[in-house]
């Protein structure tokens, strides 16, 4: 009974609004080609960039104590504790005299202002979790760095690289007043044809592109489940032949 409720009150939270989006008729609106290819390469960039800094950070700030410590993960939280659009505004006028205003890279490195704490936090529960004598261990399974980290640090850590990979897509794909400061306009993604859709009198155009918003996170979710499954049935054959080998 316990969980009919709950199927249905999910339903009824998440579902039933989501009906009040469907198009009343599909039309292809040829603004969200540009926009959804440059979406989706932020995307890919701003998750790639969370994952490589957050690693490395979260494995540091994880197993490590010390005053040093404690400020560095103070000042990357920071962006948590005070307005992102806030810092955003002297980052302009700096990305101004840089020539990084109006550009795709420039918006990339903003857009880990609101993401990479979560990053560094999520890995150093990770690193936390999975703990420092379990990674003395894999060295001495696995010398090799890149080895070592797709067959064992790599799986053992899934659930850490789809949670980043998810947050920081979701965190990404929402930014409206971060795309809009520092890319200009000319820097367009999808929440930026969200939301003046909705202020005009374009219902269609709004109902899609939020159809849109929702979707690639479901996509990027759905692949990434794929990716990771491939992953952990190459890493089992991998081991049973190394074991039957070995057996043998």
């Not at 469907?22 to 969200?32: A, D, V």
């Not at 000042?75 to 948590?80: A, E, K, V, Y």
């Not at 990979?165 to 820097?187: C, D, E, F, K, N």
């Not at 499954?229 to 074991?243: D, T, Y």
Request: glycine share 8%; charged share 15%.
């Amino acid at each position: 009974m316990k969980k009919i409720s709950v199927i249905v009150f999910v339903v009824l939270l998440f579902i039933l609004p989501l009906i009040g989006l469907i198009p009343g008729e599909w039309s292809w609106n040829p603004r969200l080609e540009a926009t959804l290819g440059t979406t989706v390469a932020m995307i890919c960039a701003v998750v790639l960039l969370n994952h490589l800094f957050g690693y490395m950070a979260g494995k540091a700030i994880a197993f490590q104590t010390g005053k040093r410590v404690r400020v560095a993960e103070f000042l990357i939280s920071l962006p948590l504790f005070v307005p992102v659009l806030l810092l955003s505004f002297g980052l302009y006028l700096t990305w101004i005299r840089l020539g990084l205003a109006d550009r795709f890279f420039g918006v990339l490195l903003v857009l880990l202002l609101p993401t990479l704490p979560y990053t560094v936090r999520l890995y150093t529960n990770g690193f936390q979790a999975l703990g420092e004598r379990m990674l003395e261990q894999m060295v001495l399974i696995e010398e090799n760095r890149f080895k070592r980290w797709f067959y064992l640090t790599g799986p053992m850590l899934r659930s850490t690289l789809q949670s980043v990979t998810l947050l920081v897509t979701v965190i990404t794909i929402s930014q409206y007043a971060l795309v809009a400061l520092i890319g200009g306009g000319i820097v367009r993604m999808i929440a930026l044809e969200v939301f003046p859709a909705y202020s005009g009198n374009s219902q269609e155009a709004a109902r899609l592109a939020t159809l849109w918003l929702i979707g690639l996170p479901v996509l990027f979710y759905a692949l990434q489940a794929v990716i990771f499954s491939s992953w952990i049935r190459i890493v089992r054959r991998r081991l049973n032949g190394s074991h039957d080998t070995t057996s043998q």
